[in-house]
């Protein structure tokens, strides 16, 4: 059996990289901090049109009839630049999810999606075209026109804006499990986490070969290569986690909410590792608004909890496993 990713999903990997770079640097990230809405609709346009939005959508709804393995090396790249919005509960969560014109829509990126839990703060619930909720053992489909949404609540990553929601009127989606609606946002994020995780440790480790002290690079002192180490190791053992959990839920298989719950618990860990070692070895730059280090570091600490938290996916997973 081979475990690796095609030469294919790698290329579109780059593609997406290459994409990101271009259009959704930091400055792009800043002006939607500052804007009122919490994506760039440009960027949003190149990704349907590159085919990201509707990747796992199927071909006669305008998608890429692609699952989520090939999908998880992407959400990697919207980590690793940081990408605002909802892409998680636009492109893995919602359009596998819904059908007919709601899922062409949303595959060609006419309509923006989001997803969350109802009695929480709805992350972009003021903002998309469409929510999917999990409501009393049930996912429902509310439209904007039915939706009011109150409370606007701020995040630490002011891209990601939440409020509380009412509704006036929904629609079940059928068949659609909760357990795995909340499987498909956990892993995914997981994913987006490595992405930020892996960003970290490569920023930082170019700014300690340029930072010097005491006539040497910062990066020669043990101390600081202990420290980069230690979050390369912990970024090295969350990946095969998140793949492993992508390809449970590409193939339905019967323990894809515990892998989910493995993936998050770990890509948790592992960006969290990352964001306090970048945090340290930058030093009192790291701490400044004006330095982009912070834009990383706050998406890290509000997607440790979009989905759950690292304590609630142990007990799930320990629930899983012990029974």
Known sequence: MRFAFTDEQLAFRDAVRDLLAKVAGPEALRAVWDGDRGWDPAVWSHLAEMGVLGLLAPEPAGGLGLDEVDLVLILEEAGRAALPGPLVEHAAVAVPLLTGDHQRAAAAGEIVVTAGQDGSPFAYGAEADLLLLEHEDAVLAVERADLTATQPRTSVDRSRRFADIAWSRSTPLPGIDPATFRARGAAATAAVLCGLAARLIATTAAYVKERHQFG??????????????????????????????????????????????????????????????????????????????????????????AWGDTAHHRYEVATAVLG
């Open 216 to 305: 040497v690079p910062v990066g020669s002192f043990q101390a600081v290569k202990h420290h980069l180490a230690d979050a390369l190791i912990a970024l090295e053992h969350a990946r095969p986690a998140v793949y492993c959990a992508a390809w449970s839920i590409a193939t339905a298989q019967p323990t894809l909410s515990r892998d989910a719950s493995f993936a998050k618990a770990y890509a948790n860990e592992a960006a969290g590792v990352a964001a306090r070692v970048a945090l340290q070895c930058h030093g009192a730059i790291g701490y400044t608004f004006e330095h982009d280090l912070h834009l990383w570091l706050k998406r890290v600490w509000s997607l440790q909890r």
